[in-house]
């Protein structure tokens, strides 16, 4: 993940906590309609979260790359969309 993507996500961490986030309508990311964007963001960051706690190595399961690498694009489709 590139540092200014790192960085954006560690702000919406932040707007998350001060509640600026409350607002957001339905969103859906490709996944299916969440009933608020707060909701899809509290997701993804968990998802996230779940992924940066594994050990990244040489050989890591398909599975779990191709996982890193949808995350990180559902965080730009988010960062295009709310900005």
Do not use: C, H, K, N
């Amino acid at each position: 993940m590139d540092s200014d993507l790192s960085t954006w996500i560690a702000e919406l961490r932040a707007r998350l906590a001060r509640g600026e986030l409350g607002r957001l309508g339905p969103m859906d990311l490709g996944y299916g309609e969440f009933a608020s964007g707060e909701e899809v963001i509290r997701i993804m960051l968990a998802d996230l979260d779940d992924l940066e706690q594994r050990p990244t190595q040489l050989g890591e399961q398909p599975s779990l790359a191709s996982r890193r690498r949808a995350i990180v694009e559902d965080f730009r489709r988010l960062r295009a969309l709310i900005g």
